[in-house]
Structures are given as C-alpha cells and as structure tokens.
C-alpha cells in the first residue's frame, strides 16, 4: 500500500514536472489548438498516459467512457497489462482491444463494473466514478464497506 502511493505520487509529480517544461513532441492534432491546451495534451501523449485516435485527432470535446478511463488509469498507474492480454474479465461489454486494460485495472481494485456481466464501457466516465478510481489507485475506499451505500 504504501509503496503504491509512493509510486503514484512520483508518477504524478513527473507528470507536474513535465508540465513545466517545454516539451517538443511530434504529437500534432489537427482537431486541437491552443484553446484545447495543446501544451498538457503533447505532455499526455509523451508520457504515455493519452493518445488520440487512428485518425490522428485527439478529440478534446468528446466525452471519455469508461473504457477510455480505465486505459488512462492503466497507463497511469504504469500497470502490467500485457500480462492480461488474452484474458477475458466477466464483463461482456468490453471491446477486445480494452480487454487487457480493464482487466489489470479491476484485478488492481481501480474499477468495478454495475454487476458482474456490465462494465458499462460505452457509457461515459462521471466525474464521481473517475474521482472514485484514482481515489482506489490511492489506496482509499478498498472495500465496500468504507464508503457504505452512497458512494457518490
């Protein structure tokens, strides 16, 4: 536990560091302009944490689903979710591509789906259940039974 918040407080403190500084990158985005913060958005994408689509747009007014912030907070957390390629989860709203993701994310504790066949993956990430996963990447809220009925 404690050499999580370790790990997750130094990833983020580079993540800060980075912010700061000029960062050149190749990561151009025909669908981003400086009114998108186009500087944090080439940070994202450096540090591997984000990256935008097979189109090569970033797509900054779309909502992020589920699964999309289940990738982020693999990438985040630096998870090993290569050593779940191939594996299925219960969840049979996944798409193959996120399989792996979702899979060290809830194998880690981060995510939980509505019950155990529906993830929600196409639904789009609230600010409660996003705010929720980075707090269970913390280490808070692991069972339950810390937060009781009302989550939110």
Same mark, same amino acid.
């Given at each position: 536990m404690r050499n999580l918040k370790? &790990?997750?407080s130094l990833a983020l403190a580079s993540v800060m560091l980075l912010g700061m500084? !000029? !960062?050149g990158t190749s990561a151009s985005y025909a669908d981003v302009t400086s009114?998108?913060?186009q500087e944090a958005i080439e940070v994202i994408q450096a540090v591997g944490v984000m990256s935008g689509d097979d189109k090569g747009n970033f797509n900054p007014d779309q909502k992020v689903t589920r699964t999309e912030m289940a990738v982020v907070m693999a990438n985040l957390l630096n998870l090993d979710y290569n050593y779940y390629v191939g594996t299925k989860t219960s969840f049979t709203d996944v798409p193959d591509w996120a399989q792996a993701y !979702? &899979? @060290?994310c809830y194998a880690n504790g981060i995510i @939980?789906?509505?019950n155990s066949t529906t993830y929600g993956a196409n639904d789009s990430v609230t600010a409660a259940q996003a705010g929720l996963m980075m707090m269970k990447a913390l280490g808070y809220f692991q069972e339950s039974g810390d937060f009781g009925g009302d989550w939110v």
């Open positions: 370790r &790990a997750l500084m !000029v !960062v009114e998108d913060n !979702v &899979a @060290a @939980a789906g509505y």
